[in-house]
T-cell receptor, first 113, second 112 residues
Framework: GESVGLHLPTLSVQEGDNSIINCAYSNSASDYFIWYKQESGKGPQFIIDIRSNMDKRQGQRVTVLLNKTVKHLSLQIAATQPGDSAVYFCAERIHFGNEKLTFGTGTRLTIIP | EAGVAQSPRYKIIEKRQSVAFWCNPISGHATLYWYQQILGQGPKLLIQFQNNGVVDDSQLPKDRFSAERLKGVDSTLKIQPAKLEDSAVYLC??????????FGPGTRLTVL
């Protein structure tokens, strides 16, 4: 069935370095992808999104790359800060107009001071 | 603008007891979602409302879970009776447009 998974459950990065969080999805019909950040005791917070007709999108310190050929999504965070420590989830939407999102398991990012 | 509000933030009950969670979405958001997030996993959609109508409840365990959104604003999610495996964080989210869902802080339920 459709699933969204992450390659690495945990990731530790030195403060100031760049981090890359990866995500694999299985459904080629997915048309929209979102990265969420979830800090301890809080709900997921929207970071950045990308549609399937794009392969790259940039935000403030974050970049999302989409490779539809291998069904792979990545989140790059530049110049990581202690506040970036959190669990990051990718989510996919399979059909336009259906707002249902399928979330992956998540990657815990720890920034080392 | 105020975010999605949820209460209570924490709840501890014994198995077979009942529990209810409340959600107040962002003003003007027609779509409301309830998710279950088990420790170490991503959120899983339980039910989605559009105004006061159910859009998707395919993953809601209807033998014990129920949800309502009577006036198209606030919503309640009830579990009756609770099982040990219901221990999780229950997240409420709302959206104005299809793409961006805003999440509340969640209610952490522990079933003993």
């Amino acid at each position: 069935g459709e699933s969204v998974g992450l390659h690495l459950p945990t990731l530790s990065v030195q403060e100031g370095d760049n981090s890359i969080i990866n995500c694999a999805y299985s459904n080629s019909a997915s048309d929209y992808f979102i990265w969420y950040k979830q800090e301890s005791g809080k709900g997921p917070q929207f970071i950045i999104d990308i549609r399937s007709n794009m392969d790259k999108r940039q935000g403030q310190r974050v970049t999302v790359l989409l490779n539809k050929t291998v069904k792979h999504l990545s989140l790059q965070i530049a110049a990581t800060q202690p506040g970036d420590s959190a669990v990051y989830f990718c989510a996919e939407r399979i059909h336009f107009g259906n707002e249902k999102l399928t979330f992956g398991t998540g990657t815990r990012l720890t920034i080392i001071p | 603008e105020a975010g999605v509000a949820q209460s209570p933030r924490y709840k501890i009950i014994e198995k077979r007891q009942s529990v209810a969670f409340w959600c107040n979405p962002i003003s003007g958001h027609a779509t409301l979602y309830w998710y279950q997030q088990i420790l170490g996993q991503g959120p899983k959609l339980l039910i989605q409302f559009q105004n006061n109508g159910v859009v998707d409840d395919s993953q809601l365990p209807k033998d014990r879970f129920s949800a309502e959104r009577l006036k198209g604003v606030d919503s309640t999610l009830k579990i009756q009776p609770a099982k040990l495996e219901d221990s999780a964080v229950y997240l409420c989210a709302s959206s104005l447009v299809a793409e961006e869902q805003f999440f509340g802080p969640g209610t952490r339920l522990t079933v003993l």
